[in-house]
Protein backbone atom coordinates (compact mmCIF):
# COMPACT_ATOMS: atom_id res chain seq x y z
CA UNK A 1 0.00 0.00 0.00
CA UNK A 2 2.70 2.40 0.79
CA UNK A 3 4.62 1.75 -2.49
CA UNK A 4 1.62 2.30 -3.97
CA UNK A 5 1.18 5.64 -2.67
CA UNK A 6 4.69 6.64 -3.07
CA UNK A 7 4.17 5.26 -6.87
CA UNK A 8 1.60 7.86 -7.10
CA UNK A 9 2.89 10.87 -5.40
CA UNK A 10 6.56 10.19 -7.70
CA UNK A 11 4.29 10.18 -10.93
CA UNK A 12 2.74 13.59 -10.30
CA UNK A 13 6.33 14.91 -9.84
CA UNK A 14 6.79 13.79 -13.29
CA UNK A 15 8.01 17.12 -15.15
CA UNK A 16 5.95 18.64 -17.87
CA UNK A 17 8.69 17.46 -20.39
CA UNK A 18 6.68 14.45 -20.74
CA UNK A 19 3.40 16.14 -21.55
CA UNK A 20 2.10 15.45 -24.79
CA UNK A 21 3.99 17.92 -27.24
CA UNK A 22 1.18 20.05 -28.42
CA UNK A 23 -0.68 20.37 -25.04
CA UNK A 24 2.59 21.37 -23.43
CA UNK A 25 3.38 23.99 -26.44
CA UNK A 26 -0.17 25.47 -25.63
CA UNK A 27 0.48 25.93 -22.21
CA UNK A 28 3.85 27.29 -22.31
CA UNK A 29 3.23 29.33 -25.62
CA UNK A 30 5.82 27.75 -27.49
CA UNK A 31 6.77 29.73 -30.68
CA UNK A 32 9.46 27.35 -31.83
CA UNK A 33 11.06 23.70 -31.67
CA UNK A 34 14.55 23.18 -31.82
CA UNK A 35 15.85 19.85 -33.07
CA UNK A 36 19.02 19.16 -32.90
CA UNK A 37 19.82 17.36 -36.43
CA UNK A 38 19.62 13.33 -36.62
CA UNK A 39 22.56 11.20 -36.03
CA UNK A 40 25.92 12.33 -37.78
CA UNK A 41 28.28 9.60 -36.39
CA UNK A 42 31.24 11.37 -34.76
CA UNK A 43 32.14 14.76 -33.59
CA UNK A 44 32.11 18.15 -35.34
CA UNK A 45 33.37 18.65 -39.43
CA UNK A 46 36.96 17.52 -40.89
CA UNK A 47 39.39 19.81 -41.30
CA UNK A 48 38.26 22.07 -44.52
CA UNK A 49 35.04 21.08 -44.83
CA UNK A 50 33.23 23.70 -46.97
CA UNK A 51 28.77 24.19 -46.54
CA UNK A 52 28.47 23.77 -50.27
CA UNK A 53 29.88 20.14 -50.36
CA UNK A 54 29.00 17.40 -48.37
CA UNK A 55 31.26 14.90 -49.42
CA UNK A 56 33.78 17.18 -46.81
CA UNK A 57 30.97 17.47 -44.05
CA UNK A 58 29.70 14.91 -41.39
CA UNK A 59 26.88 13.78 -42.58
CA UNK A 60 23.65 11.11 -41.71
CA UNK A 61 23.57 7.49 -41.08
CA UNK A 62 21.38 5.59 -42.70
CA UNK A 63 19.98 5.12 -38.61
CA UNK A 64 19.92 8.95 -39.02
CA UNK A 65 17.82 9.07 -41.96
CA UNK A 66 16.00 7.03 -40.36
CA UNK A 67 15.12 8.38 -37.15
CA UNK A 68 14.65 11.61 -39.30
CA UNK A 69 11.72 10.21 -40.98
CA UNK A 70 10.55 8.78 -37.59
CA UNK A 71 11.02 12.20 -35.56
CA UNK A 72 8.51 14.00 -38.55
CA UNK A 73 6.18 11.44 -38.05
CA UNK A 74 5.81 11.73 -34.64
CA UNK A 75 5.62 15.48 -34.78
CA UNK A 76 2.54 15.06 -37.67
CA UNK A 77 0.97 12.52 -34.99
CA UNK A 78 1.34 14.96 -32.04
CA UNK A 79 -0.55 17.44 -34.09
CA UNK A 80 2.03 20.60 -33.53
CA UNK A 81 0.56 23.36 -35.51
CA UNK A 82 3.83 23.87 -37.52
CA UNK A 83 3.88 26.77 -39.75
CA UNK A 84 7.21 26.35 -40.86
CA UNK A 85 10.40 24.46 -41.17
CA UNK A 86 13.71 26.90 -40.96
CA UNK A 87 17.50 24.52 -41.05
CA UNK A 88 21.06 25.35 -40.66
CA UNK A 89 23.17 25.12 -43.45
CA UNK A 90 24.45 21.70 -42.85
CA UNK A 91 24.09 19.06 -44.73
CA UNK A 92 23.04 17.35 -42.38
CA UNK A 93 20.50 19.42 -40.82
CA UNK A 94 19.32 20.29 -43.85
CA UNK A 95 19.00 16.76 -44.80
CA UNK A 96 16.93 16.08 -41.46
CA UNK A 97 14.70 18.97 -42.60
CA UNK A 98 14.23 17.46 -45.43
CA UNK A 99 12.87 13.44 -44.40
CA UNK A 100 11.11 15.58 -41.43
CA UNK A 101 8.85 15.55 -44.42
CA UNK A 102 7.20 18.88 -42.68
CA UNK A 103 6.76 21.81 -45.25
CA UNK A 104 9.91 22.76 -47.72
CA UNK A 105 12.62 23.80 -45.17
CA UNK A 106 14.30 27.11 -45.67
CA UNK A 107 18.01 27.62 -44.62
CA UNK A 108 18.65 29.53 -41.79
CA UNK A 109 22.34 31.13 -41.36
CA UNK A 110 21.23 31.86 -37.60
CA UNK A 111 21.36 28.03 -36.54
CA UNK A 112 25.12 27.40 -38.34
CA UNK A 113 26.92 25.59 -35.82
CA UNK A 114 29.60 27.50 -34.23
CA UNK A 115 31.22 24.27 -32.73
CA UNK A 116 34.96 25.06 -33.34
CA UNK A 117 34.98 28.60 -34.34
CA UNK A 118 33.82 30.66 -31.30
CA UNK A 119 34.70 33.70 -33.41
CA UNK A 120 31.26 32.89 -35.42
CA UNK A 121 29.28 32.20 -31.78
CA UNK A 122 28.05 36.00 -31.58
CA UNK A 123 27.37 36.65 -35.10
CA UNK A 124 25.43 33.67 -35.59
CA UNK A 125 23.44 34.19 -32.86
CA UNK A 126 22.46 37.86 -33.60
CA UNK A 127 21.11 36.71 -36.39
CA UNK A 128 19.26 33.64 -35.00
CA UNK A 129 17.75 36.89 -32.48
CA UNK A 130 16.47 38.67 -35.61
CA UNK A 131 14.95 34.97 -36.84
CA UNK A 132 13.04 34.18 -33.57
CA UNK A 133 11.88 37.99 -33.53
CA UNK A 134 10.02 37.54 -37.00
CA UNK A 135 7.99 34.49 -36.14
CA UNK A 136 4.66 33.47 -38.01
CA UNK A 137 2.08 32.00 -35.96
CA UNK A 138 2.50 28.69 -34.87
CA UNK A 139 4.99 26.60 -34.13
CA UNK A 140 8.69 27.13 -36.27
CA UNK A 141 10.78 24.11 -36.17
CA UNK A 142 14.19 24.55 -36.23
CA UNK A 143 17.00 22.05 -37.28
CA UNK A 144 20.11 22.92 -35.93
CA UNK A 145 23.01 21.91 -33.80
CA UNK A 146 23.83 21.05 -30.00
CA UNK A 147 25.89 24.36 -29.44
CA UNK A 148 22.87 26.79 -30.82
CA UNK A 149 20.45 24.71 -29.16
CA UNK A 150 22.12 25.58 -25.61
CA UNK A 151 23.14 28.77 -26.70
CA UNK A 152 19.61 29.96 -26.85
CA UNK A 153 17.42 27.46 -24.45
CA UNK A 154 20.17 26.42 -21.99
CA UNK A 155 19.33 22.90 -22.92
CA UNK A 156 21.52 20.01 -23.93
CA UNK A 157 19.77 17.28 -26.70
CA UNK A 158 21.06 14.42 -28.19
CA UNK A 159 20.70 13.86 -32.05
CA UNK A 160 17.44 14.01 -32.86
CA UNK A 161 16.58 15.43 -29.52
CA UNK A 162 13.96 18.25 -28.98
CA UNK A 163 13.15 21.57 -26.97
CA UNK A 164 9.90 23.66 -27.09
CA UNK A 165 11.01 27.52 -26.81
CA UNK A 166 8.93 30.07 -25.92
CA UNK A 167 10.53 33.56 -27.23
CA UNK A 168 8.67 35.80 -25.36
CA UNK A 169 9.66 34.35 -21.44
CA UNK A 170 12.48 32.21 -22.74
CA UNK A 171 11.36 28.73 -21.17
CA UNK A 172 12.22 25.68 -22.70
CA UNK A 173 10.83 22.02 -22.11
CA UNK A 174 12.60 19.57 -23.52
CA UNK A 175 10.14 16.73 -25.20
CA UNK A 176 10.79 13.56 -27.18
CA UNK A 177 9.69 12.22 -30.59
CA UNK A 178 9.21 9.06 -31.03
Same mark, same amino acid.
Given at each position: ?7 ? #? ?18 ? &? ?17 ? &? ?16 ? =? =? ?15 ? =? ?17 ? @??? #? ?10 ? %????? %?????? =? ?17 ? #?? /??? /? $? ?5 ? @? ?6 ? /? $? ?8
Amino acid at each position: MIKAALAL #VFLSLAPAAHAEPAALAREM &GADVLFLRHALAPGTGDPA &GFRLDDCSTQRNLSDEGR =Q =QAREIGDAIRASNLPVA =QVLTSQWCRARETAELLAL @GRP #VEEPGLNSFFGN %PDARA %PTLERL =QKALAALPEGITVMVTHQV #VI /TAI /T $GQTVSSG @GAVLYDVD /T $GRAEPVAFP
